[in-house]
């Protein structure tokens, strides 16, 4: 698990579950581990967590998908698919943030044979070195012509988090709801005045 700030430098990363753990589980851990949402902010989470009013989950059943939306063309026609549409803008930024994470450190999509511990770090270790390499304003477009370092052989397919089953979250959060739907509601407004 990680979390960005609107920079997308990572804020927070979470390291060492196994891939069949559910991100309600990873959740818990983190908070558990000194992942805190300030007072009166939010995250933007995947339709895997729970919507609460510290974690705010797209829509179910509402469309989400940037393609969906035929990439501009079609408007949306509720406040939900509004709401749906602008959090999917924001996901794939992230989304965006953690593939160049995973190409400018190639390390992090092999099966390594370093120790259990070691190899939880590695993941840290390159978020930190990401955000340095930001804040001095490194250049990213030179990794469009880098060789693989690592022979594509000995990559490890690692699962989308779509790809997985998420943990079930279809309990009724009032709290939550009622916060994205106050949200998406002032969002909806603003968009009609447009």
């Known amino acids: 698990m990680v979390a960005c700030d609107f920079d997308l ?3 927070f990363i979470s390291c060492g579950w196994e891939g069949l ?3 309600a589980r990873v959740l818990q851990s983190a908070m558990n581990h000194g992942f805190k949402v ?3 902010k ?3 989470f995947d339709g895997g967590y729970a919507n609460t009013t510290s974690f705010l989950a797209p829509y179910r059943g509402v469309r989400y998908h940037l393609k969906e939306f035929g ?3 079609h408007r949306p026609q509720n406040y939900k698919e509004l709401f749906n549409l602008w959090h999917a803008v924001l996901r794939n930024h992230v989304e965006r943030a ?4 995973k190409k400018r450190f190639p ?3 092999v099966g390594t044979y370093h120790q259990i511990e070691n190899q939880v770090k590695i993941p840290a270790a390159t978020t930190v070195f990401r955000n340095i390499i930001r804040m001095h304003k490194g250049d990213e477009k030179w990794l469009d012509n880098q060789p693989n370092n690592i022979p594509p052989i000995e990559f490890v397919d690692l699962p989308d988090d779509d790809d997985h089953q998420h943990g079930n979250h279809q309990e009724n959060n009032i709290p939550g709801d009622n916060f994205r739907d106050k949200i998406a509601r002032r969002m909806w407004d603003d968009f009609q005045l447009d």
């Open 9 to 11: 430098n990572f804020t």
């Open 71 to 73: 990439h501009g063309r």
């Open 42 to 44: 939010f995250y933007l």
């Open 98 to 101: 953690i593939r160049i994470l």
């Open 107 to 109: 390390i992090l999509r």
């Open 21 to 23: 753990a559910t991100d």
């Open 38 to 40: 300030s007072e009166g």
